[in-house]
């Protein structure tokens, strides 16, 4: 197995892909990411990588609180457009087509489109370099009636109906995630 | 879209899977993890949430550095193995057959079997609850030569080459990445 090293990079693949909604004075915005992930299973925790720089670390600093909503393909075009476009200029809700509606226990928006919304409340802010990490407590999780099994009392998703992707940073590309391993 | 409120959980979705390896006095161990992300451009960052009871806390405490290895489809069954069963009892670098190689940068060991190998510097541990969240620097990243693109020059992965999987918490399953999304 004959290795190249590499220059240093953020290798960790594949990578989560979300759609952070938070509320803002004039209007809630949303922005792609992909550096998160689940880092505590209690209490239930979160990690989000923003840069300082995005419009959105501002609203969420002020919120104190934010929505993950995880997209399905359907939802990828507007993936991109939300990665690649500022709320300083867009209003991204509108231009989209995504509803926001009311979280159960946070004051920003959740995305109705996405199949499932992550309510989560900031806990502490750690300045890292490029990109400051968001610490946030989940405090509520939805999901789309229509994911469940068929039975109305199964807790058990189906996950192919969630039609997920995911980001590999080092290409830049997503990818589709395929059939379940045995 | 009818949806479905959970309890609080840990439901960023799909989770990448690493193998992470660490030296240890007597040897060296691996534990699966998908409590990890990507969340800093630069200096490239990675954080990873492992719970303080795990064998493994103590070490990569101990060496102050890691490696995540990415695993392909192939490594699969050691990676379910690596994930359940604990290095006070066992050796799974040698149950896996695995191959330990020194890294450049770091005192753990990666392994030689993994397509992509992640070095890693922690640069903090902050106590979340259940995990611990490590965040580490990316001091060195080392790839297969065979994942390129048959040109020499190429410094462009063939992505599909890699058969990467994710983890779904949601469900607990192991899922294949599938196609690239256009």
């Known amino acids: 197995m004959k290795k190249r090293e590499l220059r240093s990079t953020t290798a960790v693949v594949p990578c989560p892909v979300v759609l ?3 509320r803002g004075e004039e209007r809630p915005n949303i922005i792609t990411l992909s550096w998160t992930a689940n880092v505590c299973s209690d209490p239930p925790t979160v990690a989000v990588g923003v840069r300082p720089k995005r419009y959105s670390h501002r609203l969420m600093l002020e919120a ?12 990828f075009e507007n993936v991109v457009f939300c990665g690649t476009k500022s709320g300083r200029d867009h209003d991204k809700f509108e231009e989209c087509d ?6 159960s226990r946070v004051s920003s928006p959740m995305i109705a489109e996405c199949p499932i919304n992550i309510e989560c409340k900031t806990t502490r ?10 610490i946030a407590e989940v405090v509520a999780v939805h999901v789309d009636e229509e994911l469940f099994e068929s039975m109305q ?12 992707f995911t980001y ?14 045995d």
Chains 1, 2 share one sequence.
């Open 20 to 22: 952070l909604s938070v």
């Open 64 to 75: 104190g609180d934010f929505v993950l909503n995880i997209p399905s393909s359907r939802q």
């Open 98 to 103: 995504f509803t926001p509606i009311p979280a």
């Open 125 to 134: 802010v750690i300045p890292l370099g490029a990109h400051d990490l968001f």
């Open 153 to 164: 009392e199964s807790t058990q998703f189906d996950i192919a109906r969630l039609n997920l």
């Open 168 to 181: 590999v940073p080092l290409t830049g590309e997503y990818w589709a995630v395929g059939d379940k391993m």
